[in-house]
Nanobody, 116 residues
Framework: QVQLVESGGGLVQPGGSLRLSCAAS????????MDWYRQAPGKQREFIAGISSAGHTNYADSVKGRFTISRDNAKNTVYLQMNSLKPEDTAVYYC??????????WGQGTQVTVSS
């Protein structure tokens, strides 16, 4: 059974930082691209960062320079370091993984709220 379990969300003040984690089980981790998405209230889910098994990364323009995605293949875990957080970063953050075979899985999401 495949599981993606996010953690690390919470309430933070503008300008603050958070690190999200996503622990994967039930998959061959190195066979998957790992992505982070987010969904704000009333908005569509949007891609924000991705990392290949080799460590190649890409980011949405809205988070470039502030967020950093990384992965630890030995721990089957992907991270999202979020710095200089803004109120507009408030959303539920989801971990996603996908492979060239077409398999794709989602985590349950973790809430991030940026507010003073």
């Amino acid at each position: 059974q495949v599981q993606l379990v996010e953690s690390g969300g919470g309430l933070v003040q503008p300008g603050g930082s958070l690190r999200l984690s996503c622990a994967a089980s039930g998959i061959i981790f190195t066979g998957y691209v790992m992505d982070w998405y987010r969904q704000a209230p009333g908005k569509q889910r949007e891609f924000i960062a991705g990392i290949s098994s080799a460590g190649h990364t890409n980011y949405a323009d809205s988070v470039k320079g502030r967020f950093t995605i990384s992965r630890d293949n030995a721990k089957n875990t992907v991270y999202l370091q979020m710095n200089s957080l803004k109120p507009e970063d408030t959303a539920v953050y989801y971990c996603n993984c996908w492979a060239g075979s077409g398999n794709e899985y989602w985590g349950q999401g973790t809430q991030v709220t940026v507010s003073s």
